[in-house]
């Protein structure tokens, strides 16, 4: 299994960016894929989640704000951050959930200046 992010970088406050992960050797379209993200110092949390059915969930901070979605014909999920804060700033890892397995990937710097 391989997870691989990008669209990471630096921008500043109140912008946008889109974050993008291409999954391989997995069935990408059964199984729920997430966002999550590790500021220095802290513990790695959930930013978004979505199901294979497509439903979603996310983090209160992030709600109104943050949109994910995926594709399936290209096996990839996305996360479109919009009304970027400096608290946003962080790696974001992407992971997916084989029942009791979680692949993770390399993961993306967001740096949101102020």
């Known amino acids: 299994v391989q997870l691989v992010e990008s669209g990471g970088g630096l921008v500043q406050a109140g912008g946008s960016l889109r974050l993008s992960c291409v999954a391989s050797?997995?069935?990408?379209?059964?199984?729920?894929m997430g966002w999550y993200r590790q500021a220095p110092g802290n513990k790695r949390d959930l930013v978004a989640r979505i199901t294979s059915g497509g439903s979603t969930n996310y983090a209160d901070s992030v709600k109104g704000r943050f949109t994910i979605s995926r594709d399936n014909t290209k096996s990839t999920v996305y996360l479109q951050m919009n009304s970027l804060k400096p608290e946003d700033t962080a790696v974001y890892y992407c992971q997916c959930e084989r029942g009791f397995v979680a692949d993770w990937g390399q993961g993306t710097q967001v740096t949101v200046s102020s």
């Open positions: 050797g997995i069935s990408f379209s059964l199984y729920s």
